[in-house]
Structure formats: C-alpha cells, structure tokens
C-alpha cells in the first residue's frame, strides 16, 4: 500500500470530476420528479429516507474511490448513505455527499450539488481538499488548504469584502434548514442583522456563495452534518471567509460525519460571523 501522503495527494481534482460526469448520467436517466422521487425503502446513515437516485448517485462515486483503493491506496470514506467504508487507512478520510440538496433534485430545483472533502483528521479544521459541483448552475468550486480557492477555472479573491445595506445590515444573508418553525425561531436575530434571506436548500453550494461573496454571510438554522459542510467550510477559509461550527469545541472542531452536530455559519467578516453565531445559538 502506498503512503498516507500518497493518498492525500492524488488527483482528488479529477475523481471529483469524473463523478461529476457520472452522475449527470444518472440525473439525466431520471429526469422527472415522479422518477427521481422512489425510495429504496430504507434510510441513510444521516436519518433521511433514501432514495433510488441518491443511491444510484453514491455508487457513482464510489466506484472512484473503489478504482483509487484497487491501485493501492488506503483511506476510509464516509458517505450520507453508507456511512463509513473502510478502504484500509482511517488516517485519511473522504467525505462524500453525492447530492447535497436531494429534494431539489428530486423536485427538479435548480441547486443540488456533489460534495467530496479529503482530510487528514478527524474535525472541519484538518480538511485538505474540498469540491463542490453545483448541477443547477453547472459551477465547479474547489479548494487546497493553504493554496487559496477557485470557481471555474479562476482563483476567488481572498480580499472580497461583505456587502451591508444603508442601516448596517448584511446586505443578503443566506439561510439553510429553512423549516418554518427553525425559521419562526430565528426571526428576531435575523432581523438584527439581515437586510434580505435566501434559501438554496444546499449547505454546500450556500457555503460556496459566502466563497464568492455573492452571499455576505450564511447561518444553518439547525445542527448540520459534516457531509454538507466539509467541503464548502474549507473553500470559504481559502477564499478569505470564516466559519464556525457554535458549540464544537472550537470552531472548527465539528466531526466529519454523517450525523448532525453543530449548526454551520459562515460570513466575510469577523464581525458578519459573531452576528450570525447569535442567530445560530
């Protein structure tokens, strides 16, 4: 087997977009709700009722990471689905969430997305590559710890700064869990410190427009799981943003796994992420 080194380092750039391809075949065979909409009958490893298109999608991918396994390569994954796969290596890890806003995609919504992380570790902090493919849009976001973070083929500005409306608000803040009753919860704090909302129903691809600046921050209304955000977190810290996981540890101390941990809040500003910790809290 080769090293840990060697694993982390391998071209995770192109298995992400060799899965890309993969599963826009799948998106293509179901392209209605009524289709994309069968469950399997049984539920994720994340709680939620699995269906057909999101198991199809995860065999997708890890066909890549059996394929990375079969030249040599250890590490273990953990999927939304499946849980932890254990290829040989638990010192690298590959946090995989193959549609990252499944109701979208089932309810043909634009925004759904693949989120692969790699990391040496076992928090947010010790995420070494993180990859985000927005189907709706078509958008590639990527990321390497200390080597910044790109949309497309351009490096994101680590200097964009946040917009704020003229009574100091946070000009458009984004919103994930976006059930009635969390937002009904949160109405006051953001209030405090929103000019607008918007809600994608993707923590990933929310994380990745916090990245670009098109959001100016973006708070989970409720605990979310480290296959959603491993991979946004990590794009928004190498493009100049900051995140924090309230009530981890530390920041960014929240596990890398498929269960709900700590709410995620993300923001351009040290102060846009203390307000947004407070609606979070």
Excluded at 47 to 74: F, M
Excluded at 94 to 104: K, M, Q, R, T
Aim: charged content about 25%; proline content about 4%.
């Amino acid at each position: 087997m080769t090293s840990t080194r060697s694993a982390l380092d391998v071209d995770w750039l192109g298995i992400c977009r060799r899965a890309v391809k993969g599963l826009e075949r799948v998106l293509a065979e179901s392209p209605s709700t009524q289709e994309r909409a069968r469950e399997t009958g049984a539920r994720g490893s994340g709680g939620d009722r699995t269906l057909e298109i999101d198991r199809s999608a995860e065999n997708v991918v890890v066909a890549e990471l059996d394929a990375l396994h079969e030249q040599g390569y250890g590490f273990v994954a953990c999927s939304e689905e499946r849980g932890a796969i254990d290829y040989g290596d638990d010192s690298v890890r590959v946090i995989l969430d193959p549609i990252d806003g499944s109701l979208n995609a089932k309810r043909g919504i634009p925004h759904h997305a693949l989120s692969i992380a790699v990391a040496d570790g076992e928090t947010m902090a010790d995420v070494e590559f993180g990859f985000v493919h927005d189907f709706g849009t078509r958008e590639e976001w990527w990321a390497r710890r200390g080597e910044g973070a790109w949309l497309g083929g351009e490096r994101l500005d680590p200097g964009l700064e946040e917009r704020r409306a003229r009574d100091g608000k946070l000009e458009v803040v984004g919103i994930e869990s976006a059930d009635p009753r969390w937002l009904q919860g949160s109405l006051d704090e953001l209030i405090e410190c929103a000019y607008r909302l918007r809600a994608f129903g993707s923590i990933a691809v929310a994380l990745c427009h916090v990245a670009s600046a098109r959001f100016d921050g973006m708070v989970s209304l409720r605990r979310s799981r480290g296959v959603d955000a491993a991979a946004g977190q990590l794009i928004v810290r190498e493009a100049g943003g900051m995140v924090s996981f309230p009530g981890s540890a530390a920041p960014l101390a929240a596990p890398l796994d498929a269960s709900p941990h700590a709410p995620v809040v993300a923001a351009r500003s040290q102060e846009g992420l203390a307000q947004l910790e407070r609606v979070a809290a």
